[in-house]
Each structure stands twice: as structure tokens, then as C-alpha cells.
């Protein structure tokens, strides 16, 4: 259990203050957590709708310029969709009132439970007291807000098996929460493992024996999660994209900027439909790639060509891996400085100092994505063309196996450490970010309803770990979260 460190709570804003005067202070997270969770449903499809808004505003302005019959504006359908996602989010078993549920749940629990244990008269000390009032509440508020969140029907169609006859029997599934309780289950073993190794630095500290091991451990943590994580995410990518969410899937697409048919053509390496040396009927697939390259038409047959040349993986840019490296390094630069910067500077001050802030940070942050780019297509290459075939062999075999998922492997192992570029303050919240992500691929997105409970139960014991310890000692809960929660839930 997290240890009683007091921590200064920071005084809140003079206009928050005055609205929350006349609010019961019991009601007050319930309140906060309601708007909060509605903004973050809200705001971001508002800002999407808007911008495909401004998007066909330009493009029928631009088309009156050139003379041709604009279509008509259409404000009604644009009003439509926009009162439909503010009154989505006010659906009481979505995520806004499921946010409102678990934090004013744990307040109004925290209240009956704690009078509770008080009269029960435990022997028990005070701190151990208030500890398990905060668990016992959170594990309740939790479960049962999940259950909401897990009540409402989706449209996702059930399996339907066939028993005797005509009969049928539909078998329900379940998971759609699943990335939810992986995030909650990541901050929870955050939280239990820092707890413990900041109190064995302390023992060690004091003791005199903290070693260069130690701080390397303390400072190699957070890279070496982020590493890991972002490694299994590229692998499923790759090979299993249906582990990954579809937004999420189509974000990392539209960074890797790679030819379908290249990526299917190593899945189909991995599967064994394409086998080197022999006539597997797969030709006709990087075929069309080389006519559409302007490459010789054999490069794509597998049956005379051992193995396809990197040169088709570096898509136009010649033989080298390198100048391929450094190519999609700035074309990624490019890409991202897109992102990040109007995102900086809508975050900073607007002053030469902001601007300059801004830009800085924009920089590093697309400096961190093109080398996480970089890093994969170049150990792709490594391992294909560089060290590889001298390490493993040239025979159709060691090509077999290279193509097969050694040289995506290496890819996925490198890409990661590119976390190194990123702020030390920075690295832990990406590391959290990823790790929940790179836990749902080691898990169906689908299960069988009659086992929800165990997801649940999983969400609710790591949800009151966290809510219990943000409540005694914020800073034990790293990243943004802790800020947030600590905020939320103060009465």
C-alpha cells in the first residue's frame, strides 16, 4: 500500500471556487468527473466535425473561383450532426456517466463505508482504516460503473451456433471494455512496483548502498517499457492487425506510409504461401507492384527471385537502405511537424516566447516519430540486406527465414528506442500510453459474456489500487493521470 506522504494540494482557481460554493462538497467530484468525461467524448468529434465543416467550405469556395456549380451548402445536415454529438454524449450508460458513477461513487461510498468500519470498531489503525474505507469504496463505485458501461447493446453481430435442427443457440460476447480495464490494470502495477522500489531506494539510499545498477534500472524503466510495448504494437501491426483498435491501426498506417502489397507479401512469407525457390502461384502480387514501379517484372516472382531486393522495400528510393533511411526520416520529419506544431502552438503563450517553445518542442516530438520510423524500415534492412544474410546464411532457407518475420522482428525491436530523442518528463507518460495498448494484443478482443465477471473484477481491484493511493499521495500515481485524479476527486 501506498505510504502516508502528505502533498500540498494546489489552491484552486478563483471562478472554479465560486461555482462549486453552492455545491455540496460530497456532490462536487461526481460533478466534475460528469463534465470532464463529457468534454472528453464531446470535444474531439465536435473539433473533427468542424474540420470537415471547414474542409468543404474551402472546397466549394474554391470551386465558385474556378466557374463551376457548387453544390449546396449543406447547414442543416451540419446542424444535425452536431446536436447529435452533443446529446450522445448525455446517454447514461456512456462514458461520461460511467466517469460520474466511478469518482462520485467513491466519494458517497467512502462516507457510508468509512461510518461503517468506524462502528464496527475494528483494531485497526487509523491510516488502515481510511486505507480500506477508500479500497472498499473504489472496488464498489468501479464494478459497478462498469457494469453500466458494459449494459449497452452494440451492433457488433453474435456467433450463432447451430445445436439441433432448426434451433440455434446465440452465444454473446463480450470485451468491449477490455482496453479500458488494461489501462487501469497498467496504473495499477505502476503504482504497486513504484511504491516498492521507492521504498527499497530509500533503505538503500540510506544504508549508503545505492549503486550505479540502480540508478541505471531507475532510468532504463521507462524506455525499456516504452521499447517493449511499441515492439509487440508494430508486430501486431504487421501480422495481426485486428489486435489493435481500428483508429488506432489506421493512425499507424498513415505513418508507416508503406505499400499494402509489401506488407502482404511478408504476412504471406510468414504463412508460407510464398516459399522461395518454388512456384506457389503468389507472383502476380509484388508483380504489380514492380509494374507500377517501373521494376523489372521478375523482381516479384519468389520462384526466380532470391529474395525480392531490398530496393522494393525503400519503395522508389533507390538501392541504398541508407538514403532510404534518411529519406523517411524527413519525409516523417515533414509529416508530423504538420501535427505537432499547430498542436504547440495552440498550447503556448502567443509571444516570440511561445512561438519559440512551441517550435521547439514540436521539433523534438517529430524528431522522436521519424526516427521511430526510420528505425523500423532500417532494421527491416538490416536484417534483409546488412548483417542479416552475413549472420544467418544466403541459402533459400536463411532467406525463408529472414523474410518470414526475422527481418519485421528486428524492425519492431529497434523502433522503440527512438523514446531516448523525447524529454526524461515525457517518457513515462508515453510508456504508460503504449503499455496498455501492447497488452491488448496478447488478448482476444472478443471472449464469451459468461466470463465478464473476471474483466470486472480486474478493473474494480485495480481502480481502487489507484483511486486509493491518488487520494493519500498523488505523485505515486505518475503522468497526467495523477494530476487529473488528484483533482477530480478532491472534496
Not at 263 to 275: N, T
Request: glycine share 6%.
Amino acid at each position: 500500500m501506498p505510504s502516508p506522504t502528505p502533498v500540498a494540494i494546489p489552491q484552486r482557481p478563483r471562478a472554479r471556487a465560486a461555482l462549486e460554493k453552492n455545491i455540496p462538497p460530497v456532490l462536487r467530484p461526481l460533478l466534475r468527473a460528469y463534465f470532464l468525461g463529457y468534454a472528453s467524448v464531446v470535444a474531439p468529434r465536435v473539433l473533427a466535425l468542424l474540420l470537415q465543416a471547414g474542409t468543404r467550405w474551402r472546397r466549394r469556395g474554391r470551386g465558385l473561383r474556378d466557374g463551376a456549380q457548387a453544390e449546396p451548402e449543406p447547414r442543416d445536415a451540419f446542424l444535425a450532426s452536431l446536436q447529435r454529438i452533443l446529446h450522445s454524449g448525455i446517454d447514461p450508460r456512456r462514458f461520461p456517466t460511467f466517469c460520474a458513477a466511478l469518482i462520485g461513487g467513491t466519494t458517497l461510498f467512502d462516507v457510508l463505508v468509512s461510518r461503517l468500519i468506524h462502528r464496527s470498531q475494528i483494531s485497526l489503525s487509523y491510516v488502515t482504516r481510511r486505507r480500506l474505507s477508500r479500497w472498499i469504496s473504489s472496488f464498489a463505485a468501479a464494478w459497478l460503473s462498469l457494469r453500466l458501461l458494459q449494459s449497452k447493446n452494440t451492433k457488433a453481430p453474435a456467433d450463432v451456433d447451430r445445436v439441433t435442427g432448426d434451433e440455434k443457440e446465440t452465444i454473446r460476447y463480450a470485451g468491449r471494455t477490455l482496453d479500458l480495464t488494461l489501462f487501469s490494470a497498467t496504473r495499477a502495477v505502476d503504482v504497486v512496483v513504484g511504491e516498492l522500489w521507492s521504498r527499497r531506494r530509500q533503505r538503500r539510499v540510506a544504508a549508503g548502498r545505492w549503486s550505479f545498477v540502480d540508478s541505471c534500472i531507475s532510468g532504463m524503466a521507462d524506455p525499456s517499457i516504452f521499447a517493449a510495448s511499441c515492439a509487440l504494437i508494430m508486430w501486431a501491426w504487421f501480422y495481426a492487425p485486428s489486435a489493435l483498435p481500428r483508429s488506432y491501426n489506421k493512425w499507424i498506417s498513415s505513418a508507416a506510409a508503406v505499400d499494402s502489397r509489401l506488407i502482404e507479401a511478408l504476412r504471406r512469407c510468414r504463412k508460407g504461401e510464398i516459399r522461395y525457390g518454388e512456384e506457389t502461384g503468389q507472383a502476380p502480387l509484388l508483380e504489380s507492384m514492380c509494374a507500377d514501379y517501373r521494376w523489372p517484372r521478375k523482381w516479384g516472382d519468389p520462384a526466380t527471385t532470391v529474395p525480392f531486393p531490398c530496393e522494393m522495400v525503400h519503395m522508389g528510393c533507390g538501392p541504398s537502405c541508407e538514403y532510404h533511411a534518411l529519406s523517411r526520416f524527413l519525409r516523417s520529419f515533414k509529416w508530423a511537424m504538420v501535427t505537432y506544431l499547430p498542436l504547440n502552438l495552440l498550447a503556448r503563450r502567443k509571444n516570440i516566447q511561445g512561438f519559440r517553445r512551441a517550435l521547439v518542442s514540436a521539433a523534438r516530438s517529430s524528431s522522436f516519430l521519424a526516427t521511430f520510423i526510420t528505425l523500423f524500415y532500417y532494421g527491416v534492412c538490416l536484417a534483409r540486406t546488412r548483417i542479416g544474410p552475413h549472420l544467418i546464411g544466403k541459402d533459400l532457407t536463411s532467406r525463408q527465414t529472414i523474410d518470414a518475420g526475422l527481418c519485421v522482428g528486428c524492425g519492431c525491436f529497434m523502433c522503440g528506442w527512438s523514446i531516448f530523442l523525447e524529454a526524461a518528463s515525457r517518457r513515462k507518460d508515453m510508456a504508460l500510453f503504449v503499455a496498455p495498448r501492447a497488452l491488448a494484443t496478447l488478448f482476444p478482443r472478443r471472449y464469451p459474456l459468461d466470463k465478464q465477471w473476471r474483466e470486472t473484477f480486474v478493473f474494480a481491484f485495480s481502480t481502487a489500487i489507484v483511486f486509493t493511493c491518488v487520494r493519500e499521495n498523488r505523485n505515486r500515481v505518475r503522468g497526467v493521470l495523477g494530476s487529473v485524479l488528484g483533482s477530480v476527486l478532491e472534496i
